[in-house]
């Protein structure tokens, strides 16, 4: 069965610091995979999706990027955070049913 | 534009009562429409979902009613537990287009509290 893995789980960085999440999927080949930030209270903002290794797209400007170095490894980075930047970041992969798509556990970052 | 507009921003049900959670859509070409309960500090957990070609789908205790002419659905959650206590959100998809991945736009989500 195909498992998602994030990793941290929980974050606390100074304001202006570096950052690098990874996503990791188990159990499954080329999947797509996406990036999503959750503000408190908040519903879910895609941030960037991947179809394939080195390909990502971006949806909405910002202080992030990201990369897919391996099929299933994906990595959310900044060189400098923000304050705005504090939120729940969720990995998602695609399944093979249409449409759907399984969430990993989450990182939960505070900037300080 | 491809919204989604979901209803209550809370929602608080006795236990046993029927919970009921709105979403409407602008986007005809929506083609999968989801609904995902996130349980603190979790990751959304797909609950649920029907495509546009049937009226409702039940699993369990959960149904989705879908009105296409209206461009809605709902969820409905019969005899509601404490256990049910999450944020659910609605959501809608549509294909990507050649060399884009499918994509989910999410409603604001619905906080669920069912007392005991």
Request: with cysteine; aromatic share 10%.
């Amino acid at each position: 069965s195909q498992t998602i893995h994030q990793w941290p789980a929980t974050l606390v960085q100074p304001v202006g610091s570096p950052l690098s999440l990874e996503c990791t999927v188990e159990g499954t080949s080329n999947p797509n995979l996406y990036w999503y930030r959750q503000a408190a209270g908040r519903g879910l903002q895609l941030l960037f999706y991947s179809v394939g290794i080195g390909q990502i797209s971006s949806e909405v400007p910002q202080n992030l990027s990201a990369s897919r170095p391996q099929d299933r490894q994906f990595i959310l980075s900044s060189k400098k955070l923000l304050l705005s930047d504090s939120g729940f970041y969720l990995c998602a992969w695609r399944g093979t049913s249409v449409g759907e798509q399984f969430f990993g556990p989450g990182t939960r970052l505070t900037v300080l | 534009q491809q919204q989604v507009k979901q209803s209550p921003q809370s929602l608080i049900v006795q236990k046993g009562g029927i919970s009921i959670i709105n979403c409407a859509y602008e986007n005809t070409a929506f083609d999968y429409l989801p609904w995902y309960q996130q349980f603190p500090g979790k990751g959304p957990a797909l609950l649920i979902a029907i495509r546009p070609d049937v009226s409702e789908k039940k699993e369990g205790r959960f149904t989705i009613s879908f009105n296409k002419s209206a461009k809605q659905f709902s969820l409905h959650i019969m005899d509601s537990q404490p256990g049910d206590s999450a944020t659910y959100f609605c959501a809608a998809s549509i294909e990507g287009s050649s060399g884009s991945a499918r994509q989910l736009t999410f409603g604001s989500g619905t906080q669920l509290t069912v007392l005991p």
